[in-house]
């Protein structure tokens, strides 16, 4: 038997946090791909530090449900479920750890259904800059780099006039980006798991967005929902962990 558990942060104060989650597991639950689908969080309940107990497969893979490899992906998630690798043995499980979904190769093209979806009926004239919209931190450097690398995946297929980065807690500040970038046309997608605080409040009022499409300085803004609700993005979630059973293997 084979189980997948999905690792998400939670929160205690947005009870949408926790959503995407929910609901790409029951999506990848009706494929029947795998015979477990078991969501857990840090942040919530049900707790990550004993998801392992409630599973009864033999082969366990874990997806964490983040966009960038750092703190979470690189200790706690580890910590917290005792594991000793990319593959660890544990109490008669072979339990596989993939890695975070923003550095998986399908990601820019879950990006990019986003960006259709956002743009789909909408007539646009002139240079059409992406942006995409990281939360970044000074403190690890892989946080930004994750935003960096699906920009140049997308950059190198050539569908837009110009692919850009912007990021919330490190340089370039989006709202410097979004005011330098030579276009009239700026689309703009959050690189985030789920909807909370900052894609519904502090994005739009630093930037003075106004709802999905905002008229500014000449330029059209087209803001979209954190790439991390798409539907597609259970799809990506399977995908990761099916690369592990090929990848990985026990010493």
């Not at 969080?41 to 997806?63: N, Q």
């Not at 917290?80 to 890695?99: I, Q």
């Not at 110009?162 to 919330?168: I, P, T």
């Not at 929902?225 to 990985?248: D, F, K, W, Y």
């Amino acid at each position: 038997m084979r189980a997948l558990v999905i690792v998400g942060h939670g929160s205690h104060l947005n009870e949408d946090s926790s959503l995407p989650v929910y609901e790409h597991a029951g999506r990848i639950r009706e494929t029947g791909e795998f015979d477990e689908v078991v969501e857990c969080f840090w942040k919530e309940e049900p707790s990550m530090r004993h998801v392992l107990d409630t599973v009864e497969s033999e082969d366990v893979y874990i997806v964490p449900a983040f966009i960038s490899e750092g703190y979470f992906t690189q200790q706690v998630i580890p910590r917290e479920l005792g594991l000793t690798g990319p593959v660890s043995r544990k109490g008669g499980k072979t339990v596989r750890y993939a890695g975070p979904l923003g550095t998986f190769e399908g990601m820019p093209d879950v990006i990019l259904e986003r960006t259709e979806d956002l743009m789909r009926g909408r007539e646009v004239s002139g240079r059409t800059a992406l942006v995409l919209l990281g939360h970044g931190t000074d403190l690890n450097k892989n946080s930004g780099g994750v935003i960096y690398l699906n920009a140049g995946r997308i950059r190198e297929r050539g569908i837009y006039d110009l692919v850009e980065v912007g990021f919330l807690d490190q340089a370039p500040e989006i709202g410097r980006v979004v005011d330098g970038v030579e276009a009239e046309n700026v689309i703009l997608i959050p690189l985030f798991i789920a909807e909370g605080w900052h894609t519904r409040e502090t994005i739009p009022e630093d930037l003075g967005l106004t709802g999905e499409v905002t008229v500014r300085d000449e330029k059209t803004i087209y803001y979209g929902a954190p790439v991390g609700t798409h539907p597609s993005m259970a799809n990506l979630i399977a995908a990761r962990a099916r690369e592990t059973m090929t990848e990985q293997h026990l010493v």
